[in-house]
């Protein structure tokens, strides 16, 4: 079993829809957890980032995280067609190494 | 901005032939990353490194080898490439969190653009 398991898509939504992206993981000791955002012919970037359990929101996204069910949650509302990429999910355990783990990346169309 | 760049963004490789990539960060990090992205697969790392000189395998090394002889600068070296080698390879770097106050934010990878790799 993958580590971070995420739903690869894709998932078409009509502008102006709220999305739901949702990933599982099993590590235990991951502390946080990251989306990233990428563009076609891109690479990605950090789009959020939370610590531990709880939201966090950042203007027409909010990332969730909920440690008892394994399961990190990143909400668009008034999705626009620009929001259109593939989001990846990922985790990490703060040590010395510094490795985070990602999931495969959920491509998104927001439909005009 | 943290840059990341790589040498080239589209490369056509024959099989059997040696194939260098390159990558360079202008923040001084000390960690940086080589990954391949592959369909259905998604992130993969292969090789990762902390300090100049240093490197560590990642999840999938199995024909690759890497050289950090600048703290800027990492290169992935494909030492026979294989057409199961084509690939979008993305670099990526980011600051030792031993040295920050351990925020997830300087945890951050900042990526480069990505080389996309084809081995005939």
């Known amino acids: 079993q993958k580590e971070v398991e995420q739903d690869p898509g894709p998932l078409s939504v009509p502008e102006g829809a709220i999305v739901s992206l949702n990933c599982t993981y099993s590590?235990?000791?991951?502390?946080?957890f990251m989306w990233y955002r990428q563009y076609s012919r891109k690479g990605p970037e950090l789009l959020m980032y939370?610590?531990?359990?709880g939201n966090k929101e950042d203007g027409r996204f909010t990332a969730q995280v909920d440690k008892s069910s394994k399961y990190i949650s990143l909400f668009i509302r008034d999705s626009q067609p620009s929001d259109s990429a593939t989001y990846l999910c990922?985790?990490?355990?703060?040590?010395?190494?510094?490795?985070?783990?990602f999931g495969k990346g959920t491509r998104l169309h927001i439909l005009p | 901005d943290v840059k990341v760049t790589q040498s080239s963004r589209y490369l056509v490789k024959r099989t059997g032939e040696k194939v260098f990539l390159e990558c360079v960060q202008d923040?001084?990090?000390?960690?940086m990353f080589w990954y391949r992205q592959d369909p259905g697969l998604g992130l993969r790392l292969i090789y990762f490194?902390?300090?100049?000189?240093?490197?560590e395998k990642g999840d999938i090394p199995e024909g690759y080898s890497v050289s950090r002889e600048k703290k800027e600068r990492f290169s992935l070296i494909l030492e026979s490439a294989s057409t199961n080698q084509t690939s979008m390879y993305l670099c990526?770097?980011?600051?030792?969190?031993?040295?920050?106050?351990?925020?997830?934010?300087?945890?951050?990878?900042?990526f480069g653009p990505g080389t996309r790799l084809t081995v005939l």
């Open positions: 990526a770097s980011s600051l030792n969190i031993e040295w920050t106050s351990g925020r997830a934010r300087d945890n951050e990878q900042f």
């Open positions: 590590n235990s000791a991951f502390q946080y």
């Open positions: 939370t610590y531990s359990s």
């Open positions: 990922a985790a990490s355990v703060v040590n010395r190494d510094d490795k985070i783990i």
């Open positions: 923040m001084d990090h000390e960690n």
């Open positions: 490194s902390y300090d100049v000189k240093m490197k």
